[in-house]
């Protein structure tokens, strides 16, 4: 559990930062959501879902990578 705390506070300032920059927006909720792949890369991408997660108490996992309007990373919150 401190281990998983400590990730969380070192990894969230890293996570706002990148998302603040970019500008990214999250479709979604508490299940999950798609993030838009334009301008991000996967793993920035794995961030901002990470951090949407974690506002309701939950780590995201990775889904797939749709091109259907956009490629788009469809990930859901566990």
Aim: proline share 3%; charged share 15%.
């Amino acid at each position: 559990m401190n281990r998983r705390l400590a990730a969380l506070l070192l990894g969230l300032p890293a996570t706002f930062a990148l998302s603040g920059c970019m500008g990214t927006t999250v479709a979604g909720n508490e299940i999950g959501g798609a993030i838009p792949l334009a301008g991000i890369t996967r793993q920035q991408a794995a961030e901002v879902a990470r951090a949407h997660c974690l506002k309701y108490g939950h780590s995201s996992r990775m889904l797939a990578i749709r091109s259907d309007a956009g490629e788009k990373a469809v990930f859901e919150c566990i």
